[in-house]
């Protein structure tokens, strides 16, 4: 069964990647409000069973993809008021969120690997969507980028 990631893990994670501080704390299950936009990140096993979800709100999809790339804060900033990524910035995200999958791998476990990831305003497959929402399972975070502000991001493993 996928283990469900420590924070410290994602923080450190996002620390390495991201080159620059990363503060992240338990938060509450995110689910977004009717009208809020959010990527949603689809990971399955070898044989493409969908094995966990990622559910990240517009600041944090915004911010990390921007943060790796090194575009300037403004740009993550314009990217939330638009309620879009503009497609660097998704391209960018999408790296951060494969990079993720090596946080629900363990020895002697089936691999998980990144397969779909779902940008602001493109809707997800119905299952997806579902097991976003799901309780059980999962690791609900406020992350802060240094120099580029808070997100949420959820990671929630299936089955």
Known sequence: M?????????R???????DRGVEVDVADPYAPEPGEVSTLAVYVDDAMRTTAVALA???????AGAAIGLVPPGGAEVAIEE???S??????LY?????CAS???????PHVKLHQVYAPG??????AAAYARSFGRRLDLAVTIAGYGAGRLSLVLVG
């Open 2 to 10: 996928t283990p469900v990631p420590a924070p410290k893990a994602v």
């Open 87 to 92: 497609p660097m910035v998704a391209e960018n």
């Open 122 to 127: 493109v809707l997800p497959p119905a299952d």
């Open 57 to 63: 709100d517009i600041g944090f999809s915004a911010r």
């Open 12 to 18: 450190d994670l996002l620390l390495e990647l991201l």
């Open 95 to 99: 790296e951060v969120l494969n990079i």
């Open 83 to 85: 309620n879009e990524l």
């Open 103 to 109: 946080l629900m791998n363990a020895e002697g476990l």
